[in-house]
Nanobody, 117 residues
């Protein structure tokens, strides 16, 4: 079992910044990939940023250059952060953390981000 808990979501103006944190606990040694997803009202959940087994971060095109994902693999809880800069209204949504094992995915409850125009 892996447990995830996101924090850091808030209401910010356009151009603002936020740092989201995902605390990962449980059988963290079996986690092969982590990622941040978001879901806006009426839209499908989408991958915003992720780190896979190759440890190379990958980003949604619309957030490249503005968002940075990092992961602490050496201390418990294994935190995963998402640094978000120059936020835009279209970045609004509930942000979820996901941890992948070989055959199972785990999700956190999400943290809301609202960017006002």
């Amino acid at each position: 079992q892996v447990h995830l808990l996101e924090s850091g979501g808030d209401l910010v103006p356009t151009g603002g910044s936020l740092r989201l944190t995902c605390a990962v606990s449980g059988h963290i040694e079996s986690v092969v990939a982590v990622g941040w997803y978001r879901q806006a009202p009426g839209k499908q959940r989408e991958l915003v940023a992720g780190i896979g087994p190759d440890n190379n971060p990958k980003y949604l095109d619309s957030v490249k250059g503005r968002f940075t994902i990092t992961r602490d693999c050496y201390r418990a809880p294994n935190n995963v952060w998402l640094e978000m800069n120059n936020l835009k209204p279209e970045d609004s949504g509930v942000y979820y953390c996901k941890a992948e094992q070989a055959f199972t995915n785990y999700w956190g409850p999400g943290t809301p981000v609202t960017v006002s125009s």
